[in-house]
């Protein structure tokens, strides 16, 4: 079975700011970047992908749903992985500003990829 790629933008306790990250186990995951900063998803829905048997490339930004430089300069990186690793979709937990969903958008039409929000985050997309 080929195993896809999900890229999620997310914060972290550990790990290197704007510098996309791939992940095949929870354990590597957990050292890597250790603990999730408090209202964080990011790392919470990177182990629902991983237990789902899903690759995981984080990226990590200072903010979720913030500073949309972070969010274009990820995007440039993502563009440019190997095609072979398969990246099928992309999570921005905690995006409402409408400068990064239009970045995402545009990002998607461009490559493919599917985006994914959460359930709020799809609500704070729809009522903006």
Do not use: C, W
Request: negative net charge.
């Amino acid at each position: 079975m080929k195993q896809n790629t999900i890229v999620i933008f997310g914060e972290s306790k550990g790990g290197d700011f704007q510098k996309p990250l791939l992940f095949n186990t929870l354990p590597e995951l957990s050292q890597a970047l250790g603990e999730p900063t408090q209202n964080s998803s990011g790392i919470h829905l990177a182990v629902q992908a991983l237990l789902l048997n899903q690759r995981v490339l984080y990226y990590k930004v200072s903010e979720e749903g913030f500073n949309p430089d972070q969010y274009l300069l990820g995007f440039k990186l993502i563009e440019k992985y190997p095609p072979e690793k398969s990246i099928s979709a992309a999570l921005l937990p905690g995006v409402s500003s409408s400068e990064i969903l239009t970045l995402a958008k545009e990002f998607s039409a461009h490559t493919g990829l599917l985006l994914l929000f959460t359930e709020k985050d799809l609500y704070d997309l729809l009522t903006q």
